[in-house]
């Protein structure tokens, strides 16, 4: 799996549908077909930065495709 905001491979799993990236600290989630990006803000609330990468949820056939 690769980071879809740095490209590191450097994911980690801290849920069951949950991955963290620590080369650029944000959070992933895949929930069926969809893939959700968030960043962890300072008081540990997370903030949604879909509206960066998606236009539309990314199915996660493609996320797989795309060497993920």
């Not at 980071?3 to 963290?20: A, E, L, T, V």
């Not at 930065?49 to 060497?67: R, S, T």
Request: proline share 4%; aromatic share 10%; hydrophobic share 30%.
């Amino acid at each position: 799996m690769r980071c879809p905001n740095c490209s590191s491979k450097d994911i980690g799993k801290i849920g069951s549908h949950q991955f963290y990236c620590w080369s650029c600290f944000i959070e992933l989630t895949v929930n069926g077909e969809k893939m959700s990006v968030y960043q962890v803000e300072e008081d540990g609330t997370l903030s949604s930065l879909d509206d960066l990468f998606f236009e539309d949820p990314m199915p996660v056939e493609q996320i797989h495709a795309n060497g993920m």
